[in-house]
């Protein structure tokens, strides 16, 4: 089973920056996508970014586009997300989630979740 562990939130003034990370527990196989979410309180979880570790290509939701950055340590096998010029607005639980292949005989890959960390933005 895979863990993934998020670090980095906390609390932060307006126009600030955080930069967050994930890591797994375990050695893995193949990992095919990693993403950040974030949830709001009384909002849906909404897909913030993803990098595709082969082929290096990111994405951004709009409303962080410009401002966040995804990025993959292939030597740590971690994920980080530099956010900058932070707003109230970005203030929600974020959370990792990779897509796997944890061992080479395992017939589909798998999605795994982080815990989330929070980050607050605030005056």
């Known amino acids: 089973q895979v863990q993934l562990v998020e670090s980095g939130g906390g609390l932060v003034q307006p126009g600030g920056s955080l930069r967050l990370s994930c890591a797994a527990s375990a050695r893995i196989f193949s990992i095919y996508a990693m993403a950040w979410y974030r949830q709001a309180p009384g909002k849906e979880r909404e897909w913030v970014a993803t990098?595709?570790?082969?082929?290096?290509?990111?994405t951004y939701a709009d409303s962080v586009k410009g401002r966040f950055t995804v990025s993959r340590d292939t030597a740590k096998n971690t994920v980080s997300l530099q956010m900058n010029s932070l707003k109230p607005e970005d203030t929600a639980v974020y959370y990792c989630?990779?897509?796997?292949?944890?061992?080479?005989?395992?017939?589909?890959?798998?999605?795994?979740w982080g815990q989330g960390t929070q980050v607050t933005v605030s005056s």
């Open positions: 989630n990779w897509v796997v292949r944890q061992y080479a005989t395992d017939s589909h890959p798998r999605n795994y």
């Open positions: 990098i595709t570790p082969n082929s290096g290509t990111t």
